[in-house]
């Protein structure tokens, strides 16, 4: 089995602009990519989990996120780093686009896209940490019984690392 860091995109890896989707927008945090490197030298896989309720309130379409994504892996090859991989939920329960407007269990603090992971990549949650922002990562975290740790600025690396010194 492998292990995993998930990390949050917005607020976290990137500075927080209200529903981001354009790269144009994009700045990621202090650290983040130095985060990243992390993962892919020391044999953890490195996965993003991301709310992106944009979608279901019809901000955007779901091509600006897929375009965004594979933008930001195009910026980490530079740097010798990789995303393994990228999950995000686009529902809200609140949203005016149909097939996106409805609760699901992929949404955060729920641990849908977590267990997806698990089951995509053979991952050992008991050995695997979350970093994110907001209270409900850490809740998604234990939820899938992973290890949340609540970042709350400043370098993401020196985060990550203190986190991982904690638990």
């Not at 989707?21 to 990243?36: M, P």
């Not at 990549?121 to 695997?128: L, Q, R, Y």
């Amino acid at each position: 089995m492998k292990k995993a860091i998930f990390f949050d995109r917005d607020g976290t890896l990137n500075e927080e602009v209200h529903f981001l989707h354009k790269i144009a927008d994009f700045v990621w945090t202090e650290g983040a990519i130095e985060a990243i490197k992390f993962c892919n030298d020391h044999n953890y896989l490195a996965i993003v989990i991301t709310n992106q309720s944009g979608v279901a309130r019809g901000y955007y379409p779901e091509e600006d996120i897929m375009k965004l994504h594979q933008w930001m892996n195009d910026q980490l090859k530079g740097h010798g780093a990789h995303l393994d991989g990228i999950y995000y939920c686009p529902h809200h329960p609140e949203g005016i686009i149909g097939k996106y407007a409805l609760k699901c269990n992929c949404r955060k603090p729920l641990p849908g896209m977590l267990l997806r992971a698990e089951k995509d990549f053979d991952i050992d949650m008991a050995k695997s940490y979350l970093i994110g922002d907001g209270a409900r990562d850490v809740e998604c975290a234990e939820a899938a019984g992973v290890k949340g740790i609540r970042y709350t600025g400043g370098n993401l690396y020196q985060a990550l690392m203190d986190g991982m010194k904690e638990n």
